[in-house]
């Protein structure tokens, strides 16, 4: 599966913000999906991930109450809607899809290898 995420750009603190991750060439509702950020000089950073019905989503503390994972299955697109947003959330932003069931565990679901697919990333820059 190809993965394309956009809807990046730059907004100021407090602002809100909607990222889009469409997918191609695969039955998107095979994958459980994540969002992952990485600013400069910093590892990838989990975000979340949603299962793939949509049914169950996971967050990191840090977004819990701003961000909101979402997909549509029939549009096979996912999307992360950013709300409350600081300038610590700047970083360039990817979508990740995995086809097996136990990424959604809490061992794995965080750990950027275990991502079988990616998207080529969006920036969000926020300024204060």
């Known amino acids: 599966v190809q993965l394309q995420a956009s809807g990046g750009g730059l907004v100021q603190a407090g602002d809100s913000l909607r990222l889009s991750c469409e997918a191609s060439g695969g039955t998107f509702n095979n994958y459980d999906m994540a969002w992952f950020r990485q600013g400069p000089g910093e590892e990838r950073e989990f975000i979340a991930v949603?299962?793939?019905?949509?049914?169950?989503?996971f967050y990191v503390d840090s977004v819990k109450g701003r961000f909101t994972i979402s997909r549509d299955n029939a549009k096979k697109t996912m999307f992360l809607q950013m709300s409350s947003l600081k300038p610590g959330d700047t970083a360039v932003y990817y979508c990740?899809?995995?086809?097996?069931?136990?990424?959604?565990?809490?061992?794995?679901?965080?750990?950027?290898?275990?991502?079988?697919?990616w998207g080529q990333g969006t920036q969000v820059t926020v300024s204060s």
């Open positions: 990740a899809a995995d086809p097996r069931r136990s990424i959604l565990s809490y061992r794995n679901r965080a750990d950027a290898t275990n991502y079988r697919y």
């Open positions: 949603i299962s793939r019905t949509g049914g169950s989503s």
